[in-house]
């Protein structure tokens, strides 16, 4: 299966500020997925990044304040931009892993706004 | 929609004996796939294990087998043998494409020496 390089592992950042996360994958997958899980809390999946096309955002998330970019088939970046406390989370990237039809992730970035 | 339930937030087991997380689920799909994630307090997010909504065998991975109910929509996780790296939250999650999945709210598991 895939490996993922995730980073950074966790920040600490102001309220206001911006935070890019970037993802590396040693093999070239068409689909990556940036999730969010907050504090106690499930995964939820913020938008699918495909490579050469924009982001599809789920409900809730808006390009605005989660840009993300897609160079190429083996890295992603997401942006957490302006950040508020409520932005504090841990944020994941995944690959599918048509191999085992299972999900590889990263191994999060933990961020704390304060 | 598909919606996964898990309606166990935490549970614990004395280490060697087995424990049971239970998972429902809601889809109105015939093919698709269900998965357990094991998530450590190191965050890694980790396949434990999966079963293709078609067969009816249930997988099993060493000490981790499941209890697939395709009629209730049940799918449960039985570890045997507990062991204290085992201690961890564990997510049941739905896919019916291989790609976006969907996850409930969790099981927080504690293995006691």
């Known amino acids: 299966s895939a490996v993922i390089s995730q980073k950074p592992s966790r920040d600490i950042c102001q309220r206001g500020t911006s935070l890019t996360i970037q993802c590396q994958v040693d093999?070239?997958?068409?689909?990556m997925f940036w999730y969010r899980q907050q504090p106690g809390q499930s995964l939820t999946l913020i938008a699918t990044?495909?490579?050469?096309?924009?982001?599809?955002?789920e409900s809730g998330f808006v390009i605005d304040k989660f840009p993300i970019s897609r160079p190429n088939l083996t890295f992603s970046t997401l942006t957490v931009s302006n950040m508020s406390p409520e932005d504090s989370s841990i944020y994941l990237c995944?690959?599918?892993?048509?191999?085992?039809?299972?999900?590889?992730f990263g191994s999060g970035t933990r961020l704390t706004v304060v | 929609a598909q919606t996964v339930t898990q309606s166990q937030p935490e549970m614990s087991v004395q280490e060697a004996e087995t424990v049971t997380l239970s998972c429902t689920y809601d889809?109105?799909?015939?093919?698709?796939?269900l998965f357990w994630y094991k998530q450590p307090p190191s965050r890694q997010m980790i396949l434990v294990i999966r079963?293709?909504?078609?067969?009816?065998q249930n997988a099993t991975e060493n000490r981790f087998s499941v209890n697939f109910q395709k009629a209730a929509k049940s799918f449960s996780l039985k570890i045997s043998d507990s062991q204290l790296g085992d201690t961890a939250m564990y997510f049941c999650?739905?896919?019916?494409?291989?790609?976006?999945?969907?996850f409930g709210t969790g099981t927080s598991l504690t293995v006691i020496p």
């Open positions: 995944s690959v599918g892993d048509r191999g085992s039809f299972g999900y590889t």
């Open positions: 093999s070239q997958v068409t689909m």
């Open positions: 889809t109105s799909e015939n093919n698709y796939y």
């Open positions: 079963q293709e909504a078609y067969k009816q």
């Open positions: 990044a495909n490579q050469g096309s924009e982001a599809t955002y």
């Open positions: 999650a739905f896919s019916n494409t291989g790609n976006q999945f969907y």
